[in-house]
C-alpha cells in the first residue's frame, strides 16, 4: 500500500540488472529530480526502470545532504541510468529553477506538497513535462493554481502525470470498470478506511532555526503536508472520487491529536473522521488514523442496489446483493507491473508518441477533497465544496523562504479555527 513520502527507499530494491540506457532506438529522456527525500529517490529509480533510455539528468533538493544521500543511492541503483554530475545538483529553495534551467525533458516533483503548485508552474512555463506526486496543494489556493497550470500544459501539449498508483494496479482498474458498467447497479454509499501507525519524526538538534525544524520534520506541518488527511488519504479519496465519478458536495469532520500532543510533533491531527455527501445524497464514511498498537484498515467500499465492491490494496472483491462473491481479483493477477515504475512507463510513451496525458484536475479534485474534510475537522463546521474552493483566505504558505525565526501555527480547535486564516 502507500507510504508517506519519506519513507520509500532503495535500500530493499535490487540494482537494476541490465540498464535501461542504450538498449534501443528509441530517444533519450533526460529527467530532473526535484525534491530529493524517499518518495523523489523512489521515483527516479522508477524512472529509470520504467522504459529504455531514461536517465537521471539533474537534481535539485532543499537540504545538500538529502540530495547527496539521494546521488549516492541512484548512482549504485541506476547504473548507467545516473547522470547527473556535480554541476546539475543544486541545492535550497529556488533548486529547482536550477533544475528546469538545464535540458530535462521531464521533471519528477517531490517536495513537500506545498511546494508543488509552485513549481509544476514553474515547470509548464519551462515547457517541460512533469511528474507530480500526490497531494497537489495544501490549501484551495494552491490546488486552483494547479488546476489552471492544468489548462496551460494542455495548450502547450505538455504532458502531466501524477503519482495516483491505484489508478494504474490491475485489480483497482478492473473493479471500477466494473462499477462503472453497472454491476453493483447504482451506488449508495460508501466507506474508506486508512487506519495505520504513526509516520516519521526528526527531532529537533541544537542551533536549527525554526523554518529548518519545520521543512526537515515536514509532515507534522500543516502548511508543508497538508496534514495526513491530505499527504497519506489522498489515495483513498481520489479512489472513491474515481469510482463515484465526481467529487463530494460537502462534508461534516471531526479529528483531533489523541496521541501525539507534543509539540515536537507540530500541530497536525493524528485522526480524522468524515461523511461526505456526493451528488444525488450518496454518502461516504471516511476514516484516517495514525496510532501505533491499533488495528489497521487500508481499504475502500461501495455499497450499490445490487451488491458492493471492495477496492483494497491487495485484492478486489464484488459481493452480490445475496452476500456472494461474483467477482475477485488480486493485485498482480492481470497484470504483473509495479504500479510505481507504470506511472513512468506511462508518461515516457505519451512524451515519445506525442500523445500528452494530463491528470491536473483529476488529482487537485482529490487533493481538495481531503482539504475539505480537513477543514471540517478543523473548523467544526459542515463545509461546502464551493466554499472551499473559494476559501480565498486559507492560504498557508509563508510570506519568505529563509531559515530563520519562523511562526508556528497553532493546532487547529474545532469552534475556534476559521478558513479566515494564513500562516
Given at each position: 500500500m502507500p507510504t508517506p513520502t519519506d519513507e520509500i527507499s532503495l535500500q530493499s530494491r535490487a540494482p537494476i540488472a541490465h540498464p535501461r540506457?542504450?538498449?534501443?532506438?528509441?530517444?533519450?529522456?533526460?529527467?530532473?529530480?526535484?525534491?530529493?527525500?524517499?518518495?523523489?529517490?523512489?521515483?527516479?529509480?522508477?524512472?529509470?526502470?520504467?522504459?529504455?533510455?531514461?536517465?537521471?539528468?539533474?537534481?535539485?533538493?532543499?537540504?545538500?545532504?538529502?540530495l547527496q544521500t539521494s546521488v549516492e543511492q541512484l548512482r549504485e541503483y541506476a547504473s548507467e541510468g545516473f547522470n547527473a554530475p556535480q554541476e546539475r545538483r543544486f541545492s535550497g529553495f529556488d533548486a529547482y529553477e536550477g533544475v528546469l534551467a538545464t535540458d530535462v525533458d521531464y521533471v519528477i516533483l517531490a517536495t513537500p506538497p506545498?511546494?508543488?503548485?509552485?513549481?509544476?508552474?514553474?515547470?509548464?512555463?519551462?515547457?517541460?513535462?512533469?511528474?507530480?506526486?500526490?497531494?497537489?496543494?495544501?490549501?484551495?489556493?494552491?490546488?486552483?493554481?494547479?488546476?489552471?497550470?492544468?489548462?496551460?500544459?494542455?495548450?502547450?501539449?505538455?504532458?502531466?502525470?501524477?503519482g495516483t498508483i491505484y489508478r494504474r494496479q490491475d485489480n483497482f482498474v478492473e473493479g471500477v470498470k466494473r462499477l462503472h458498467d453497472g454491476q453493483i447497479g447504482d451506488p449508495l454509499a460508501g466507506q474508506a478506511f486508512y487506519l495505520t501507525g504513526p509516520v516519521w519524526q526528526r527531532a529537533r538538534t541544537p542551533g536549527m532555526s525554526d523554518m529548518e525544524w519545520q521543512c526537515r520534520n515536514w509532515y507534522h506541518f500543516t502548511w508543508l503536508s497538508g496534514d495526513h488527511i491530505v499527504e497519506q488519504f489522498v489515495h483513498n479519496l481520489d479512489t472513491i472520487n474515481w469510482a463515484l465519478q465526481g467529487h463530494p458536495v460537502e462534508a461534516t469532520a471531526t479529528g483531533g491529536r489523541q496521541t501525539r500532543p507534543d509539540p515536537s510533533y507540530g500541530h497536525i491531527y493524528d485522526h480524522f473522521s468524515v461523511v461526505y455527501t456526493y451528488p444525488g445524497g450518496v454518502q461516504v464514511r471516511a476514516m484516517c488514523r495514525q496510532m501505533?498498537?491499533?488495528?489497521?484498515?487500508?481499504?475502500?467500499?461501495?455499497?450499490?442496489?445490487?451488491?458492493?465492491?471492495?477496492?483494497?490494496?491487495?485484492?478486489?472483491?464484488?459481493?452480490d446483493s445475496d452476500g456472494i462473491p461474483v467477482f475477485e481479483m488480486e493485485k498482480g493477477e492481470k497484470v504483473d507491473e509495479n504500479p510505481y515504475v507504470t506511472e513512468h512507463t506511462d508518461l515516457v510513451e505519451s512524451i515519445r508518441q506525442g500523445d500528452p496525458i494530463n491528470e491536473a484536475e483529476q488529482i487537485a479534485h482529490s487533493t481538495l477533497t481531503g482539504i475539505l474534510g480537513r477543514e471540517a475537522a478543523y473548523t467544526g463546521q459542515t463545509i461546502t465544496w464551493d466554499e472551499i474552493m473559494q476559501a480565498d483566505g486559507l492560504d498557508l504558505g509563508p510570506d519568505t523562504y529563509a531559515f530563520g525565526d519562523a511562526t508556528i501555527p497553532p493546532i487547529a480547535r474545532a469552534g475556534e479555527t476559521t478558513l479566515q486564516r494564513s500562516w
Open positions: 540506457t542504450d538498449r534501443s532506438d528509441a530517444p533519450l529522456l533526460r529527467v530532473g529530480v526535484i525534491g530529493c527525500g524517499g518518495r523523489g529517490t523512489g521515483a527516479a529509480a522508477d524512472a529509470v526502470e520504467s522504459a529504455p533510455n531514461v536517465e537521471i539528468y539533474a537534481m535539485g533538493d532543499l537540504f545538500r545532504d538529502r506545498h511546494y508543488r503548485p509552485r513549481q509544476l508552474r514553474a515547470a509548464v512555463e519551462a515547457g517541460t513535462h512533469v511528474f507530480f506526486e500526490k497531494p497537489v496543494a495544501v490549501d484551495p489556493p494552491g490546488a486552483r493554481h494547479v488546476i489552471e497550470t492544468g489548462k496551460m500544459a494542455e495548450k502547450k501539449g505538455l504532458s502531466l502525470v501524477t501505533e498498537r491499533a488495528t489497521p484498515n487500508v481499504s475502500n467500499r461501495i455499497e450499490g442496489t445490487e451488491g458492493r465492491i471492495d477496492l483494497n490494496p491487495s485484492q478486489t472483491t464484488i459481493t
